[in-house]
């Protein structure tokens, strides 16, 4: 699953963390650990990756992350609140300066009218308090869907990187 372009990616991933200083979790839903697997496969990333949180379901989003059961409630499990607030827990749960969430709706199932497959949303953080937050609308397959989650959150993780307000 870690071909030649995501090597490429998680191998600037590290480069821009460990250009900056900075120590990187993941928060991740339905990419099931996927960007944590495509940072670690780079040698030497324990000295930008801290740890990595695969919360598929609610209960662990709770348990793991401390996100609320009110900001499931009103918005959703894929929702920008509950994006940032997985964020949040990763960061408060680790040692990292910065974080990156992923939750979104795979499929083949899943989808509803609102948010229908293909929809997830990607926020990054930082121990400084930067908070971003985007939802996408990715088109494919569950493979497809999900290995554009991946591309999208690393993608967000260099550019995070690169700010002078990291920590």
Known sequence: MIDN????LAQRVGAALGASGAVLATA??????WISAAITAVAGSS???DRGFVTYSNAAKQAMLGV???TLEQHGAVS???????VDGALGRSDASVAVSVSGVAGPGGGSPAKPVGTV???WGTAGGIREVRTFHF?????????QS??????????MAGRSEIA
């Open 150 to 159: 991946v591309i999208a959150a690393m993608t967000g993780v260099i550019a």
């Open 47 to 49: 000295a930008w990756f």
């Open 139 to 147: 088109p494919g397959d569950r493979m497809a869907v999900r290995r």
């Open 68 to 70: 609320s059961a009110p």
């Open 5 to 8: 372009e995501l090597d490429v």
């Open 80 to 86: 920008e609140q509950t994006a940032l607030a997985m």
């Open 28 to 33: 991740e839903s339905c990419t099931g650990g």
């Open 121 to 123: 949303c990607i926020a």
